[in-house]
């Protein structure tokens, strides 16, 4: 039987079985991750590069199907094309009317997006395609500027390694019970606007100003845009809602804690709060509590207890013979429960690493996702760090506070953004 | 660069104000990093606004004509009930208008329900069961088998969807068994022919079609 009769299929991993049931127009559960050059993009150049990078993962030439009890993942004919970015930021990919691969690469300007649906795969296996692609592009764009032999990649797993789902390997059945509970957090209501786009506001920093503003009150980066973001957050609350804590979500890679080389998903998320209506509101009062949560969060020992806790429903007998539609359901309800207990996202998916040579070439890398609520992401490429916002609302009164904290804070911050220049959006 | 003073904040792109602040900004404007969010309309709400309002439209004359001359009963209701299965079909038809196979299983079920409530509302004469299914599901089987053969799509993309559909010719045997019919020859030409095309799929596709029920239903 050939190819065609029994195309390959794969399970979702863990994390990626809940994206399909919980998604909607306003949560696309799509993310961007975006490659600034230095010069324009080259269409041509970017589609030989692509269809390159699309035949070392497999994967990503996969539909999403309904089964009878779960979602799947399917190989597919379906050709994997660029195209000139026409559509709004993180527009959704799945469900969507006509059947279509999990991923898009868009190229505006300068930009190369690579928006990818998450159920296909999270930040870090996301980054190593866009990486390939950018690495695939300027070979094809510059072939004389690099030394012979042509660097390689620093991401070189093998196929099974990258097609590998690290949560059925790592997960050990929990002993006690599988969840905690939060409490219910603030959340930001404001106008949002129209037809589900999203604001997309981005800051761009010199790294060694952020380094050296987080090193100086002994605090990781994280720790300090965690901390500055809970800030911004508290201070465009309604006096009457600041008794709720603010609560960000920040997803944790597991493969830092865990050997893999999966280009699946391969996350957790922690929850760091700070209940302004007890605690001081000053920057390093928010700090101590931050880096408190983060240590206490951050050992291999929670993250294997959090990661065998989700895993823990998968594997649920009961829960495996529920039928599809009637998971979808249930799936939907636990998640809008879950997200009452989350105020805002914040992702720092860390340093991108190019081959040498290839880092002259290339201006920033940038990421930012919808997830139905205000999300900040952050990496840093160079010596360029970048923040970005991805905004349901119309007001970007959480954002203005934290661009003004940091350059208050002697960071020197250049913002881009999405919005038309007239800041007219109907 | 432009600059934002009250912000603090060097701003990249060709925007007459801050963003942050919507204060007026200074300085030289470059080029946008971004696609500015577009404005355009949704593409069909003006049709199905309008396709909604001459629904509207016409069951408010029938009602009003219904109620100024009752003595026919309240036939509006029907007209009601007609339009509500012409949204049904169009809605399930344009929804799916991407994916034939889909559309074909959804009206494959809409179509049934839709015929056995009319015959029941106005009867139950039986020619729901008689006569359109036993006509109907191997028109589907048909459109089903054609689909896939004109598109040429997978075995994974056309078999659960072909196979509902032979399965679905089966359901007339009901009725004939249960001694529900009076014209049995539609009945069992329909089961005949689903029973032909069923083991055509066996032997055919018999290990595709394994593999589908294997994808589909991993636990």
């Given at each position: ?35 600034e050059?230095r ?21 990503y030439?996969?539909v ?8 799947y993942?399917?190989?597919?004919p ?6 000139r ?5 993180c ?10 691969l ?13 928006e990818v ?33 042509v ?20 997960y ?17 209501r404001?106008?949002r ?21 987080a090193?100086a ?14 800030r ?14 603010v609560?960000?979500t ?20 922690i ?9 001081e ?11 408190r ?9 929670k ?7 989700l895993?823990?429903?998968e594997?649920?007998?009961p829960?495996?013979l ?16 879950a ?7 914040f ?15 290339i ?6 996702a919808?997830a139905?609520?205000l999300?900040?992401c ?6 360029v760090?970048?923040?970005s916002?991805?905004?349901p ?22 913002l881009?953004t ?9 | 660069?432009?600059?934002c ?23 030289q ?64 038809a ?30 139950f ?9 036993p ?85």
């Amino acid at each position: 039987m050939n190819n065609r009769n029994i195309p390959p299929w794969w399970t979702l991993d863990n994390a990626a079985k809940i994206f399909p049931s919980t998604g909607s127009a306003h949560d696309s559960k799509v993310f961007r991750f975006a490659c600034e050059l230095r010069e324009p993009v080259d269409p041509q150049l970017l589609q030989s590069a692509l269809d390159k990078t699309v035949d070392r993962f497999p994967m990503y030439r996969s539909v999403m199907k309904r089964g009878w009890f779960w979602y799947y993942l399917e190989d597919s004919p379906l050709p994997a094309q660029v195209h000139r970015e026409e559509l709004p930021p993180c527009y959704p990919i799945y469900p969507s009317v006509r059947r279509s691969l999990l991923f898009r690469v868009l190229y505006y300007r300068r930009r190369i997006s690579l928006e990818v649906y998450h159920a296909l795969t999270d930040g870090t296996g996301a980054l190593n395609f866009l990486c390939a692609l950018v690495y695939e592009y300027l070979l094809l764009r510059c072939p004389d500027a690099f030394s012979q032999p042509v660097p390689p990649l620093p991401y070189d797993a093998s196929q099974s390694q990258r097609q590998a789902d690290s949560f059925q390997k790592y997960y050990e059945k929990p002993a006690g019970r599988p969840m905690g509970r939060f409490p219910v957090a603030y959340q930001i209501r404001r106008e949002r606007l129209p037809r589900n786009h999203l604001a997309i506001l981005e800051g761009q920093m010199p790294l060694e100003q952020v380094l050296a503003c987080a090193r100086a009150r002994g605090v990781t980066l994280t720790e300090l845009m965690t901390a500055v973001f809970l800030r911004a957050i508290h201070g465009g609350m309604r006096v009457r809602d600041r008794k709720k804590p603010v609560v960000i979500t920040i997803p944790v890679n597991l493969r830092s804690y865990f050997p893999s080389e999966s280009a699946r998903n391969f996350f957790a998320t922690i929850n760091v709060g700070y209940d302004f209506s007890t605690g001081e509101d000053s920057l390093e009062a928010v700090l101590k509590e931050v880096k408190r949560s983060f240590q206490d969060n951050l050992t291999a020992e929670k993250m294997r207890e959090r990661m065998n806790a989700l895993c823990a429903l998968e594997h649920s007998v009961p829960l495996r013979l529920v039928p599809l539609p009637l998971k979808d359901i249930v799936l939907r309800i636990a998640n809008k429960v879950a997200a009452r207990g989350v105020t805002a996202s914040f992702s720092n998916i860390g340093k991108v690493s190019m081959p040498k040579g290839m880092e002259e070439l290339i201006h920033l890398f940038s990421v930012f996702a919808c997830a139905g609520m205000l999300q900040a992401c952050a990496c840093s490429f160079g010596g360029v760090y970048v923040v970005s916002f991805a905004s349901p609302f119309r007001v970007c009164e959480t954002e203005r506070i934290f661009f003004r904290e940091l350059a208050r804070l002697g960071i020197r911050v250049a913002l881009t953004t999405n919005l038309p220049p007239e800041m007219e959006v109907h | 660069m432009l600059y934002c003073e009250k912000c603090g904040v060097y701003l990249s792109g060709s925007m007459n104000r801050c963003p942050l602040c919507q204060e007026k900004v200074a300085g030289q404007p470059e080029e946008d990093a971004y696609l500015p969010l577009p404005g355009t309309a949704r593409p069909y709400g003006l049709t199905v606004r309008l396709a909604a309002l001459l629904t509207v439209a016409a069951l408010t004359v029938c009602a009003a004509v219904n109620y100024c001359f009752p003595e026919g009963g309240w036939w509006f209701l029907f007209v009601a009930a007609g339009l509500a299965s012409v949204w049904l079909l169009t809605g399930i038809a344009f929804w799916k208008r991407r994916n034939p196979m889909k559309a074909i299983a959804w009206l494959l079920a809409a179509v049934p329900a839709l015929v056995l409530a009319w015959d029941w509302r106005t009867g139950f004469i039986g020619w729901s069961i008689n006569f359109v299914l036993p006509c109907f599901i191997p028109c589907m089987q048909l459109a089903a088998a054609g689909a896939a053969r004109v598109l040429r799509l997978r075995p994974a993309d056309y078999l659960f969807c072909l196979g509902i559909c032979i399965l679905a010719g089966f359901l007339p045997l009901i009725p004939l068994f249960c001694g529900a019919l009076w014209m049995i020859y539609p009945s069992v030409v329909c089961a005949g022919i689903s029973a032909i095309s069923l083991s055509a799929l066996l032997l055919f596709r018999g290990s595709a079609l394994k593999a589908e029920i294997i994808r589909r239903g991993h636990l």
